[in-house]
């Protein structure tokens, strides 16, 4: 068929018709605005979107960032977990840094669109934001917030039970992980001034397993008694125990108790509570300082022997002893392994001491100190890992006779590191070293 030029429509003619459509459609919502009520209007368009949600393939689940005034776990889980997938294509993210936090949290932001995959599953999040109308100032309870936060979390109808049962469970336990592992440790004081009676500042010692100068034995069979700890919540429910590890290091002053403790914090993502005893006033409050410690955290009793004679103070005004006005023996049990030591998952309790046969045996016992490290004076394998910190060498001529000395002069840890830090020469300080062996020996 052949059209000619005459019987085509001029471009003229086709924009004229078009805005004359636009214009009619323009009308016909006018007059469906004004003549149709609204709540016929709502129900018209709320009917059509249901269809079409009905005859669509996807679903979509809201997660909203409060539930009422409390804020929903599920978004905060997200928001991290997202955090962790941001690629760098995307073209803006949030970032912010929580008050004495190191780390730096990077999330997305509004309108931002990232895929996820899991069991070959592909799944769309968005986040969304909607303002929030405000209510009059003259309401105090007025919501602060100015914008309602969600994600959008999309994907194939058919997976709707795996997203609820799997998927939504697994972000919950990577953001928990995330968390974790950026977690900014702290260490806590007493403070009774606080609302829990515990105040902190960040933990940043530096010690590590590998840096500990400590029989490498003793050493992994610490390491493998926190992993079996941390791994078998359900177990310790099942034989109706708390969870929680009480450990005793004792030995020689020097020995590296307190990095040992700082060791385990580092390796674990704990924090630590520093609880001296000679602080606390009475038995109340050390069930009020338990109560205030989180989870996952290590409680730390230094010098147990020299808080624990547990001194019976009396009154000046009289000769009679009160109870609430001391710290006892049964309080310190109580507190170590009675009901309220339960108030709490994943908590260690490490005591330490130079005098073990100073402390009450009921002290000693399996649930209260389970583990019990014997912090030796310095051996030649604790010595190669000292230089090794602090020399940076593994081998040398001088080794055996510092080795023969060793085995002749008890030295402890600290202060053979105190020689191998006089000097960055490795030859001058290991003489040196040999020098401060020798002469303690000729002191007998």
């Given at each position: 068929?052949?059209?000619?030029?005459?019987?085509?429509?001029?471009?003229?003619?086709?924009?004229?018709?078009?805005?004359?459509?636009?214009?009619?459609?323009?009308?016909?919502?006018?007059?469906?605005?004004?003549?149709?009520p609204?709540?016929?209007?709502?129900?018209?368009?709320?009917?059509?979107?249901?269809?079409?949600?009905?005859?669509?393939?996807?679903?979509?689940?809201?997660?909203?960032?409060?539930?009422?005034?409390?804020?929903?776990?599920?978004?905060?889980?997200?928001?991290?977990?997202?955090?962790s997938?941001?690629?760098?294509?995307?073209?803006?993210?949030?970032?912010?840094?929580?008050?004495?936090?190191?780390?730096?949290?990077?999330?997305?932001?509004?309108?931002?669109?990232?895929v996820?995959?899991?069991?070959?599953?592909?799944?769309?999040?968005?986040?969304?934001?909607?303002?929030?109308?405000?209510?009059?100032?003259?309401?105090?309870?007025?919501?602060?917030?100015?914008?309602?936060?969600?994600?959008?979390?999309?994907?194939?109808?058919?997976?709707?039970?795996?997203?609820?049962?799997?998927?939504?469970?697994y972000?919950?336990?990577?953001?928990?992980?995330?968390?974790?592992?950026?977690?900014?440790?702290?260490?806590?004081?007493?403070?009774y001034?606080?609302?829990?009676?515990?105040?902190?500042?960040?933990?940043?010692?530096?010690?590590?397993?590998?840096?500990?100068?400590?029989?490498?034995?003793?050493?992994?069979?610490?390491?493998?008694?926190?992993?079996?700890?941390?791994?078998?919540?359900?177990?310790?429910?099942?034989?109706?125990?708390?969870?929680?590890?009480?450990y005793?290091?004792?030995?020689?002053?020097?020995?590296?108790?307190?990095?040992?403790?700082?060791?385990?914090?580092?390796?674990?993502?704990f924090?630590?509570?520093?609880?001296?005893?000679?602080?606390?006033?009475?038995?109340?409050d050390?069930?009020?300082?338990?109560?205030?410690?989180?989870?996952?955290?290590?409680?730390?009793?230094e010098?147990?022997?020299?808080?624990?004679g547990?001194?019976?103070?009396?009154?000046?005004?009289?000769?009679?002893?009160?109870?609430?006005?001391?710290?006892?023996?049964?309080?310190?049990?109580?507190?170590?392994?009675?009901?309220?030591?339960?108030?709490?998952?994943?908590?260690?309790?490490?005591?330490?001491?130079?005098?073990?046969?100073?402390?009450?045996?009921?002290?000693?016992?399996?649930?209260?100190m389970?583990?019990?490290?014997?912090?030796s004076?310095?051996?030649?394998?604790s010595?190669?890992?000292?230089?090794?910190?602090?020399?940076?060498?593994?081998?040398?001529?001088?080794?055996?006779?510092?080795?023969?000395?060793?085995?002749?002069?008890q030295?402890?840890?600290?202060?053979?590191?105190?020689?191998?830090?006089?000097?960055?020469?490795?030859?001058?300080?290991?003489h040196?070293l040999?020098?401060y062996?020798?002469?303690?020996?000729?002191?007998?």
């Amino acid at each position: 068929m052949v059209f000619s030029c005459e019987s085509m429509p001029s471009s003229t003619a086709v924009l004229s018709a078009a805005a004359s459509l636009t214009a009619s459609a323009v009308l016909f919502r006018t007059i469906v605005n004004d003549l149709v009520p609204s709540e016929v209007h709502d129900y018209f368009f709320t009917s059509l979107r249901k269809l079409t949600n009905r005859l669509s393939s996807q679903l979509t689940v809201v997660i909203e960032e409060f539930n009422g005034l409390t804020a929903n776990q599920m978004f905060e889980a997200a928001n991290v977990y997202l955090g962790s997938k941001i690629s760098p294509s995307m073209q803006r993210i949030k970032v912010n840094k929580v008050e004495k936090d190191e780390e730096l949290a990077v999330t997305i932001d509004k309108k931002e669109e990232i895929v996820d995959f899991f069991q070959g599953v592909k799944f769309k999040w968005i986040l969304q934001c909607t303002a929030i109308k405000q209510m009059a100032k003259a309401n105090r309870n007025a919501n602060p917030r100015s914008e309602l936060r969600y994600f959008e979390l999309s994907f194939h109808k058919k997976h709707r039970d795996m997203v609820l049962n799997a998927y939504l469970r697994y972000i919950l336990q990577k953001a928990k992980a995330i968390k974790e592992e950026r977690k900014a440790l702290k260490l806590h004081t007493v403070d009774y001034n606080g609302t829990d009676y515990w105040s902190s500042v960040l933990l940043n010692h530096p010690a590590t397993f590998d840096t500990m100068a400590m029989d490498s034995e003793m050493k992994q069979e610490l390491i493998e008694d926190l992993d079996r700890f941390i791994s078998r919540k359900e177990y310790y429910r099942s034989v109706g125990r708390a969870w929680k590890r009480g450990y005793l290091f004792y030995g020689p002053p020097g020995t590296g108790k307190s990095s040992l403790i700082a060791a385990m914090a580092n390796y674990l993502k704990f924090d630590v509570y520093d609880l001296d005893l000679r602080e606390v006033q009475c038995n109340s409050d050390l069930r009020r300082l338990l109560i205030g410690t989180t989870n996952r955290s290590i409680l730390v009793i230094e010098d147990i022997d020299c808080n624990v004679g547990l001194q019976h103070r009396e009154r000046e005004s009289d000769a009679q002893t009160v109870e609430d006005d001391k710290i006892t023996l049964s309080g310190l049990l109580n507190f170590i392994d009675g009901l309220w030591s339960s108030c709490g998952d994943e908590r260690i309790i490490v005591f330490t001491t130079n005098h073990k046969d100073r402390l009450d045996p009921a002290l000693l016992r399996p649930g209260r100190m389970d583990v019990h490290l014997y912090m030796s004076y310095c051996t030649f394998s604790s010595f190669k890992t000292l230089v090794s910190n602090y020399l940076k060498i593994e081998e040398h001529p001088l080794f055996g006779e510092i080795k023969e000395l060793l085995v002749k002069v008890q030295v402890t840890p600290a202060e053979v590191a105190g020689e191998l830090m006089k000097s960055d020469n490795a030859e001058i300080a290991l003489h040196g070293l040999i020098k401060y062996l020798q002469d303690k020996e000729n002191r007998g």
